[in-house]
């Protein structure tokens, strides 16, 4: 299987790592935007633009599936961009959500939900899960953890001050969704914080999990092929992925 990755800039090499670890798939075309990141400040019509063009660049590849690893993308765009591709779309927020409530062991466990503005402002997870019978969501959008991440701060005073910022009054929760392909970077800050009950739900996890659940996977592939295309700057993708990803 040859599939594309889609991200707003470098993040989603976190979904990436994911699908690495798995062995899922001989071939791997990335394309992060990173002449237009960030996309969780921008409004919805110009998200699904940047989708679909997206999805035209991966037309100049024979793919069999495209991923979405941009929360904010597969919060706005999926549909529009199912219509424009040739291949099936697949998008992170669909499988947090399931991801979330197999992780759940039931429906009255507080979840709290972390994205960019755009994602918390589409309500795409809280729809999901009221969908599926859970009411106690919380939502926050913590954008401030993207630009620390894209400096490559993953501890220390400045993160704990931005914790500090957006969690001081909000109750601790039982699942906390990391709604933005950068979140996962700081996974153990934010496990620090919440505590160890807290069932953190990372995106590249989630996919994987909804990925052998909804196909048919007949081999594992040792070694998988990596391209890497970014609409700015393609080298400094390429250096970010061989540390991120150790290759
Ligand atoms: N990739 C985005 C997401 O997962 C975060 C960065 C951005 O705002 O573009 O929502």
Not at 207 to 219: A, D, G, N, R
Request: hydrophobic share 45%; proline share 2%.
């Amino acid at each position: 299987m040859k599939i594309g990755v889609f991200d707003s800039g470098i993040g989603g090499l976190t979904v990436v790592k994911s699908l690495l670890e798995h062995k899922l798939f001989e071939e791997i075309v990335y394309f992060g935007d990173t002449a237009r990141v960030p996309y969780g400040v921008k409004d919805k019509n110009t998200i699904i633009r940047y989708a679909i063009e997206a999805v035209e660049f991966f037309k100049n590849f024979e793919l069999d599936l495209i991923i979405v690893a941009c929360n904010t993308v597969s919060a706005y765009a999926l549909s529009e961009m199912r219509e424009s591709a040739s291949c099936p779309v697949v998008g992170v927020v669909e499988a947090g959500i399931l991801a979330t409530a197999n992780a759940l062991s039931n429906k009255h466990e507080r979840v709290l939900i972390l994205g960019t503005k755009a994602t918390v402002n589409s309500k795409a997870y809280e729809t999901g899960l009221n969908a599926l019978g859970y009411e106690n969501l919380q939502a926050k959008a913590t954008g401030l953890f993207v630009p620390i991440v894209e400096e490559e701060i993953y501890e220390g005073e400045i993160l704990q001050a931005t914790l500090k910022h957006y969690f001081s009054s909000v109750a601790k929760p039982d699942a906390l969704i990391l709604g933005c392909t950068h979140f996962p970077l700081i996974s153990d800050v934010l496990q620090g914080y919440f505590g160890k009950k807290c069932k953190l739900i990372h995106s590249g996890d989630a996919i994987v999990e909804y990925l052998e659940k909804e196909f048919v996977f007949s081999q594992k592939y040792e070694k998988t092929q990596l391209k890497f295309f970014a609409s700015e700057n393609p080298d400094a993708l390429k250096t970010i992925a061989k540390k991120w990803l150790n290759f």
